[in-house]
């Protein structure tokens, strides 16, 4: 009996401490109020187009709390809500370079039931340099490097075991998609870090060739074009057709119903919505609407690369047409949303100036051409222009060089491209220009460059 009592009466105690631990707890949450955490990295140091999430700890009225979150300087952006704990905020345009920014959040009532946040959330970020990412082969290797532009040396981020043919970085500068022939005479697609030595296969391709991939870029799909192997070794390949890997859920489908479509080099409009590919075997270029389910065809058979203007609405492409005065390479232009489309350049040229490389700024008035420097010169030259007014400057035309490729870094600004000397022993080089610059700056050799922001 008195070893009943004992037991009661350590169960009475052991239930009162609890409830006292209890109300303490809610004493001290209530005290406390609501608390929010952050994904930015200890270092403040983020990616030009970091989304920025923060966490409460507990749910919050979404209104309320999205009326204390501020970012200084002011950046295009907007909040978005991914349940009632957690928002973000997705920069539009990319955060800028050497510049410090704050992001606050102030402190007031953020729920319904009024509770608070009473402690003030304040940090501080800069955004990182941009890397540059290319190829380098040679009788050893055919690997993926990348180097900074402070003259520290490059860095590999693929081994020698496998050997690269193309590849994409993705807009946040993140990862890199490339492309590796396979054992069974295929081509797969690969995935490696910013950080590299940690390359993966991504989809593993058989006997078909999955090449020129293409990373949208809100970074949630690749497009890239697609050969099926024929019944046999012995047979050919089948014609290309453009595909859609979905990074997240693992689809991977084509991207037409209609087998008849076929497709090479795709290319995202900015906002990830719109795609287009060239038809070799049509001589046109496909583009579909992936919002709307709407297909649009425009004339084209240079195969050469496509523009789109930064708000997704307009296209820059060439075309080859017989005029008056005999072949004539063009660039048309292309109004989307107006249903409207115009030669910019070339129906009137005295002579083929083999208009190709064409890229545009995220920046609306600036956009660059290469073409050939002179009726009987086989180099090309690079002339940044507004395409609104066809008024612009040359800015590579070193003599015995060719230029193409063109990259613009995701401000606007400096331009990564592919330049080679005409004369003496093939050597592919990288070459940088930015305001300022009267020629070229030589960074190192290498193939295919791109920004790896």
């Known amino acids: 009996m008195k070893f009943r009592w004992n037991l009661d009466t350590a169960a009475g105690s052991i239930l009162g401490f609890l409830a006292v631990l209890v109300s303490l707890v809610v004493l001290f949450g209530a005290y406390a109020g609501v608390r929010v955490s952050t994904n930015l990295p200890g270092d403040g140091v983020i990616a030009p187009f970091q989304t920025i999430k923060l966490t409460f700890s507990e749910a919050v009225d979404f209104e309320m709390a999205s009326s204390l979150i501020s970012v200084d300087p002011v950046l295009d952006g907007y909040l978005e809500w991914i349940d009632a704990r957690t928002v973000q905020f997705v920069p539009i345009r990319p955060f800028e370079l050497d510049t410090v920014y704050k992001m606050t959040l102030n402190p ?47 860095r590999r981020l693929t081994d020698e075991s496998t050997k690269v043919i193309s590849f994409d970085a993705a807009r946040t500068g993140e990862f890199i998609i490339f492309t590796a022939a396979n054992t069974q005479g295929g081509v797969d697609l690969w995935r490696v870090s910013r950080a590299g030595n940690d390359a993966s ?46 990074l997240q859920g693992g689809r991977n489908d084509p991207l037409y119903e209609d087998q008849q479509i076929l497709g090479y080099n795709p290319a995202w409009s900015p906002d990830s919505n719109r795609l287009a590919s060239f038809d070799g075997l049509t001589d046109r270029i496909n583009m579909i609407d992936l919002k709307q389910k709407k297909q649009y065809v425009f004339e084209s058979n240079t195969g050469g690369p496509i ?51 064409l890229a545009w700024s995220p920046l609306e008035q600036k956009a660059l051409l290469g073409f050939r420097a002179g009726k009987d010169e086989p180099s090309q030259i690079l002339w940044l ?44 080089e990288i ?8 020629e070229p700056l030589l960074l190192n050799q290498g193939l295919m460059p791109q920004w790896l922001p």
Do not use: H
Not at 217 to 227: G, N, Q, V
Not at 333 to 339: P, Q, R
Not at 395 to 414: E, L, R
Not at 431 to 438: R, T
């Open 108 to 154: 007031d009532v953020v729920t319904a039931a009024g509770r608070e946040l009473k402690k003030g959330y304040v940090r501080e970020f800069t955004v990182r340099d941009p890397l540059v990412v290319y190829l380098v082969t040679d009788a050893e290797q055919s690997s993926l490097w990348v180097m900074d532009l402070k003259k520290n040396p490059p």
């Open 201 to 246: 296969l991504l989809l593993d391709c058989g006997r078909d060739r999955c090449t020129t991939p293409v990373i949208s870029p809100d970074t949630l799909r690749i497009a890239y074009s697609r050969e099926a192997s024929g019944p046999t070794p012995d047979l050919p390949f089948g014609s290309p057709r453009i595909w859609l890997l979905d």
């Open 431 to 438: 070459g940088l220009w930015q305001p300022g610059f009267s």
């Open 307 to 357: 523009a789109w203007s930064p708000d997704s609405n307009q296209m820059l492409f060439t075309n080859v047409e017989q005029t008056e005065n005999g072949l004539r390479t063009q660039v048309r232009f292309v109004d989307i949303a107006l249903n409207e489309s115009q030669t910019l350049l070339g129906a009137n040229d005295d002579s083929d100036y083999s208009y190709y490389s």
């Open 385 to 428: 222009f507004n395409p609104a007014m066809l008024e612009g400057i040359v800015i590579a035309n070193q003599k015995d060089y060719t230029y193409n490729s063109p990259q613009w870094d995701p401000w606007g600004n400096a331009i990564l491209f592919q330049q080679f000397k005409l004369r003496g022993v093939f050597n592919p």
